[in-house]
């Protein structure tokens, strides 16, 4: 049974940071944070090729969060940085066997973990 289980979320003031976990069972191509805030459609915030190391960011996190990943704990890490009340929403982190991390659709997707940033 494939496990992704996410860490780390929780409510921070605009201008904070935070580190999201993602641990996964299983070691994949691409393992990637979404982004669910109330009313909007999920989108992509970051991805990364693990075996490469190659990261994809959406443009209005660029510059604020860095996704990275620790291979021997299969664990993929979103750092986010100056964050802003735009960024609440609940964060999942997704993993995918096949390549193209950026565009693919994912397999596996974690629970969900909730980031608020107030004002």
């Known amino acids: 049974q494939v496990q992704l289980v996410e860490s780390g979320g929780g409510s921070v003031q605009a201008g904070g940071s935070l580190r999201l976990s993602c641990s996964a069972r299983?070691?994949?191509?691409?393992m990637g944070w979404f982004r669910q805030a109330p009313g909007n459609e999920r989108e992509a915030v970051a991805s990364i090729y693990t075996p490469g190391g190659n990261t994809y960011y959406t443009d209005s996190v660029k510059g604020r969060f860095a996704i990275s990943h620790d291979v021997g704990k299969n664990t993929v890490f979103l750092q986010m940085n100056s964050l802003k009340p735009e960024d609440t929403a609940i964060y999942y982190c997704?993993?995918?066997?096949?390549?193209?991390?950026?565009?693919?659709?994912?397999?596996?997707w974690g629970q969900g973990t909730q980031v608020t940033v107030s004002s």
């Open positions: 299983y070691s994949w191509t691409c």
């Open positions: 997704a993993a995918r066997y096949a390549g193209d991390c950026a565009n693919g659709v994912y397999d596996y």
